[in-house]
């Protein structure tokens, strides 16, 4: 199945509301979907990427670029990586991967960095099978 690695745009967001279910377990409306997306892209620092299979979106990736007080260069941050289920095991997520990693060198980061749900083991296997190393604990806070 050819899969096309495109921007992301508002209109996508009601095919990207599923894929943020299945990401955090919780439904999130087309509309929120789209005025967060708009927010985001407004910002300049942040890309939103599309996998799209015959049509559809089937793979969304964010990335985040932010400098860091103790690093020379800025850093990325992979955020809302998601495959549909249905669509798993075709490279689709390799993909938005290998495509953020591109779009963080062009924009002068020397890291990728990204944060995973303890219990997201599958997520973990393939994080370190392209190539992300577990470096660090995450620690949160609401506020």
């Known amino acids: 199945m050819p899969i096309e690695i495109r921007d992301a745009h508002p209109a996508d967001a009601g095919e ?14 087309p509309g929120a979907i789209r005025d967060r997306l708009v927010r985001l892209l407004a910002t300049g620092a942040d890309r939103v990427i599309v996998a799209v299979a015959e049509g559809r979106v089937v793979g969304v990736a964010g990335l985040h670029v932010a400098w860091m007080i103790h690093a020379d260069h800025p850093t ?16 689709i997520g390799r993909s938005l991967v290998h495509r953020s990693c591109e779009l963080a060198r062009a ?5 990728m960095e990204l944060t995973s749900r303890l219990e997201r083991a599958g997520a973990h296997s393939f994080y370190e099978r392209v190539g992300f190393e577990h470096t660090s604990k995450r620690f949160s806070m609401p506020l």
């Open 76 to 91: 990325a941050r992979l955020m809302s990586l998601v495959v549909s289920e249905e669509c798993r095991g075709q490279g």
């Open 16 to 29: 990207m509301a599923p894929l943020m279910l299945q990401l955090m377990g919780r439904p999130s409306s």
């Open 107 to 111: 924009a002068g980061c020397d890291r």
